[in-house]
């Protein structure tokens, strides 16, 4: 035979159960806050001045700011990366537009390997990505919200520019279609 709980004890255990849940349910809300105003945070960053220091690759850059080394990313594009087609040469274009020059970049937020996600900005006032899209050595990223670089795409794959070029130009970059090191494209085979 069980014996009931006086009503004040259940009482008392379900008040503890709520208070459990609402704590859980305020932690959450506090978290999602921190998130939000970290993001927040990061879109109200000003615009920085950094010298460029090297092109790590074509989406990427190394920066000089005040005394601190950055990296990075250039927002709103997806190029193509060693080992794929054309990485040479999309890096060696950004090299020419870059290369120790006095960069304008505007931060967007950062990413999980600590670089900053920004619009880069030439010394004349260009953008990095529309011109990097524009000249065919590079994609307009899935997740980029700027429509104008989608245009600039589409013409420099009408025009076949850049990697456009190629018969079969590579997707964006992703880890799963990277072909592997001993896979050599057609265009670059050498003759003999």
Same mark, same amino acid.
């Given at each position: ?8 004890? @259940?009482?008392? !255990? ?8 609402? @704590?859980?349910?305020? %932690? !959450? $809300? !506090?978290?999602? $806050?921190? +998130? ?10 000003? /615009?920085?001045?950094?010298? #460029?220091? +090297?092109?790590? *690759? ?14 990075? @990313? ?14 040479? /040469?999309?890096?060696?274009? #950004?090299?020419? %537009? #870059? *290369?120790?020059?006095?960069?304008? #970049? ?12 920004? *619009?880069? $900005?030439?010394?004349?006032? @260009?953008?990095? !990505? ?20 989608? /245009?600039? /795409? ?22 799963? *279609? ?11 085979? +050498?003759?003999?």
């Amino acid at each position: 035979m069980t014996r009931r709980q006086p009503l004040c004890d @259940r009482r008392a !255990s379900l008040h503890g159960t709520a208070a459990v849940s609402l @704590r859980a349910v305020l %932690l !959450s $809300f !506090s978290i999602l $806050f921190l +998130s939000l105003a970290s993001q927040r945070a990061a879109a109200e960053e000003p /615009e920085l001045r950094v010298q #460029v220091i +090297s092109v790590r *690759n074509c989406d990427e850059l190394a920066v000089r700011h005040k005394a601190k080394i950055l990296a990075i @990313r250039i927002a709103g594009i997806d190029c193509p990366h060693r080992p794929q087609p054309f990485a040479t /040469e999309a890096k060696a274009f #950004v090299g020419t %537009l #870059v *290369n120790k020059h006095i960069l304008r #970049v505007k931060p967007v937020g950062h990413d999980r390997h600590r670089r900053i996600w920004a *619009n880069v $900005f030439l010394p004349d006032g @260009r953008s990095l !990505s529309y011109e990097m899209v524009k000249s065919g050595w590079a994609h307009a990223s899935a997740t980029a919200v700027d429509e104008r670089l989608a /245009e600039l /795409e589409q013409e420099a794959r009408r025009t076949k520019l850049g990697l456009w070029d190629d018969s079969r130009p590579a997707p964006a970059a992703t880890a799963k *279609n990277i072909p592997s090191p001993h896979v050599i494209h057609p265009k670059h085979r +050498s003759t003999p």
